[in-house]
């Protein structure tokens, strides 16, 4: 079940990776469906030989704020090494849940693959580091860069023989929170005006009274004012 790789593709695989490590820093944020991104994520997976994906939402619209093309190259190289961590002979089974997990969205990516080495697992998201001979040793690098960037967390759990699980945990983007954030910023900009329409019809105030010696007109001042 593992993917194959044609060797004159590798040198391209590298270049590739260094080519998105070096853009960690570019990011055009967009808000993302999340369902939609996984679903197109796992249908290009289903084509895989003997691999069997699905996915399963537990929310009908989440929403991040983050950078799409930084965010499927994240994902992607997570159920990619789902795949090739496959035992030989035996189908490919990945689930991939999503629910809301406090003020996140936590999506756990299980696998029933081979399992990752005691000795390898401190390492698994150091750049330069792979068990492959194909590996670039900077996948899973980026993908911890690209959710850390994002403001959330990425960890995971494995047992040998048995599989591994791979969490990753983005902050829920809510358009309740963009609107009240606009309805405020007008309301500053209003309050603004209003004090500086008042602090000019003061000032016109204390100069009539100066020039012309007119205590009436303090009063009004003051109305104005408060």
Request: aromatic share 12%; net charge negative.
């Amino acid at each position: 079940g593992a993917l194959d790789f044609d060797p004159q593709w590798i040198l391209v695989d590298i270049a590739n990776a260094f080519s998105s490590f070096a853009k960690m820093t570019k990011t055009e944020n967009e808000v993302i469906n999340l369902n939609s991104l996984l679903n197109n994520i796992c249908d290009l997976f289903k084509q895989e030989p003997n691999t069997n994906i699905q996915f399963v939402s537990r929310h009908t619209r989440p929403l991040v704020f983050l950078d799409r093309n930084q965010l499927v190259s994240a994902f992607n190289n997570i159920i990619k090494n789902a795949v090739q961590a496959s035992k030989e002979d035996e189908v490919v089974e990945i689930h991939v849940d999503l629910e809301e997990f406090g003020s996140k969205y936590r999506i756990k990516i299980s696998d029933n693959g081979i399992g990752i080495k005691e000795e390898n697992r401190a390492k698994i998201f150091e750049p330069n580091f792979t068990t492959k001979n194909s590996g670039t040793g900077l996948g899973m690098a980026i993908t911890k860069k690209v959710i850390d960037n994002a403001g959330g967390n990425i960890y995971f759990d494995t047992k040998l023989d048995v599989g591994t699980n791979f969490y990753i945990e983005l902050p829920i983007y809510t358009e309740e929170k963009v609107q009240w954030c606009l309805v405020s910023g007008v309301w500053c900009l209003v309050s603004g005006v209003w004090c500086l329409g008042s602090g000019v019809w003061s000032l016109v105030c204390g100069v009539w009274n100066v020039l012309h010696n007119d205590s009436f007109i303090i009063p009004f001042m003051f109305f104005f004012i408060f």
